[in-house]
């Protein structure tokens, strides 16, 4: 009988070395973007000369950016506007959009309330079911404007809704929870196999939140086609400080970088696409998060600060609106310009809230890199 492949892979990383937190425990350091910085090259090239394009399977896209499926920053016109700009916005069909006709007055609502009474009218509000019809109602108006198509469900309510969100003609189907294990053991009811389901769907399927190889490996070999990294980082998170788990993005990018190394060689060549999803507030963490292996990014936070956001100002996500344990909050934002500026620019901040796509540009012009993938092998430094 043969080695199992994952150990084989586990002998070929390297020994990380640990701190002894206390006698009884001992952690491996991790960094956060912050702590990280790029390194110049021996060589400069004109931002002009710059490609920021990336494919995921059968599908291109001029600038490595996924809006995360978020009714603070994705309604149906948000996500065709990015989806024009050569980005994709992904549609949380979990989300208000899905439940309502029109939720505008609610987002409107939500806007307008202050302190811990916002969420608990999100809470209340978040309990009208969800409506296959309103699904593929608004998969539709997407598809309709000719850009890709997108929707995000999470493990929970895969199986409830998948069809809905097949039948509707979605191009790429995103399962996203606050973690998503390949490998999720309950004795309350069955859970969702991955590799069954992504086999069995007709999409590309991107899965996530993960953070550490192990457990990106094990989603690779579902046979997904990209993987969500990130865990408790973003903006409107609160699960740190509620359960007390977090995994520094820079490190968590770095490692499922390796996870994703390894698996092509294991699979004979299957390249599986890293995707930051955590922790992006500037453009700056979006260079970083390709210098340290990511293909694309995934972004909240700097889109709810968009004159077009729907949250008009604040930010949440599903964790904000959990009916027993929110882990998650509405986080307030000044808006700075549209979402064209914000994305392309120009900009009238000094902060790397604007002109997010052209700071990447420059960043790779600066070192040298006229590719992505090239990009991701550029040098960093730790900062202490």
């Known amino acids: 009988m043969g080695a199992r492949p994952d150990l084989l892979l586990a002998d070929r990383l390297p020994i990380m070395s640990e701190i002894e937190i206390g006698r009884a425990k001992r952690g491996r350091r991790a960094y956060s973007f912050d702590d990280i910085a790029i390194v110049p090259s021996r060589r400069t090239r004109d931002p002009e000369e710059v490609s920021t394009a990336w494919q995921i399977d059968a599908y291109r896209f001029d600038i490595p950016v996924l809006a995360a499926p978020m009714d603070s920053v994705m309604s149906p016109s948000t996500a065709i506007a990015l989806g024009q700009m050569g980005g994709l916005g992904v549609l949380n069909l979990e989300g208000l959009w ?8 609610l987002l409107e609502e939500v806007a307008g309330l202050s302190g811990h009474e916002a969420t608990r009218r999100m809470q209340e509000i978040y309990t009208e079911p969800i409506k296959p019809e309103l699904i593929t109602d608004r998969l539709k108006e997407v598809r309709a404007a000719g850009v890709t198509v997108a929707g995000s469900l999470s493990p929970q309510r895969t199986k409830d809704h998948v069809k809905a969100v097949v039948d509707a003609g979605v191009d ?28 069995e769907l007709d999409v590309p399927v991107i899965v996530g939140g993960c953070a550490t190889y192990q457990a990106a490996l094990h989603l690779m070999r579902t046979g997904a086609a990209g993987v969500l990294v990130g865990f408790g980082g973003g903006a409107a998170h609160t699960t740190r400080t509620v359960l007390g788990v977090a995994v520094p993005m820079a490190s968590a990018v770095a490692d499922v970088a390796a996870a994703r190394r390894d698996y092509l060689d294991e699979s004979g ?3 599986v696409h890293v995707i930051a999803d955590g922790s992006i507030g500037s453009s700056g963490d979006i260079a970083k998060a390709i210098a340290c292996g990511a293909d694309a990014v995934m972004i909240g936070s700097p889109l709810a600060r968009a004159t077009e956001a729907p949250g008009r100002g604040f930010h949440w996500g599903s964790e904000a609106t959990h009916a027993e344990l929110p882990r998650g909050e509405r986080v307030g934002f000044e808006p700075v310009g549209s979402l064209e500026e914000i994305m392309f620019g120009p900009s009238r901040v000094a902060d790397g809230t604007m002109n997010l796509v052209g700071a990447l540009r420059r960043a790779m012009a600066t070192t040298g890199y006229t590719e992505l993938k090239e990009f991701q092998r550029i040098e960093v430094v730790v900062q202490h």
């Open 269 to 271: 060549g299957r390249y």
């Open 98 to 105: 899905t439940r309502y006709d029109d939720p505008t007055g």
């Open 172 to 199: 790429m189907f995103v399962i996203r929870g606050t973690t998503v294990s390949a490998e999720h053991v309950s004795s309350q009811a069955e859970p969702l196999n991955l590799k069954e389901f992504i086999y």
